[in-house]
């Protein structure tokens, strides 16, 4: 059974730092590009940043780049995504997304 879970998330304060991690399985994880999306309270889910499979190429939407580091471990089926410099626009469900099946979302709160 194809399963991805996310971990991490949680209430920040702007300017803090948080790290999502997904772990997968069910499914050969290095064969395949892991993917971080969001949904903003009462907004359509947004892509964030993906990660190739063997080279680890990354790609990042504009309004994260520079202050969002996605990675992943092939060893420990396992992808993260580390946040910077929050702010309260980057409030919303994170999901995570690979072989083609969804995680179950994590949320994140960014407010004093």
């Known amino acids: 059974q194809v399963q991805l879970v996310e971990s991490g998330g949680g209430l920040v304060q702007p300017g803090g730092s948080l790290r999502l991690s997904c772990a997968a399985s069910?499914?050969?994880?290095?064969?395949?590009?892991m993917n971080w999306y969001r949904q903003p309270p009462g907004k359509e889910r947004e892509f964030v940043a993906s990660?190739?499979?063997?080279?680890?190429?990354?790609t990042y939407a504009d309004a994260v780049k520079g202050r969002f580091t996605v990675s992943r471990d092939n060893a420990k089926n396992s992808v993260y995504l580390e946040m910077n410099s929050l702010k309260p626009e980057d409030t919303a469900v994170y999901y995570c997304?690979?072989?083609?099946?969804w995680g179950q979302g994590t949320q994140v709160t960014v407010s004093r």
């Open positions: 069910g499914f050969t994880f290095s064969s395949y590009a």
């Open positions: 997304l690979g072989a083609g099946v």
């Open positions: 990660i190739s499979s063997v080279r680890g190429i990354t």
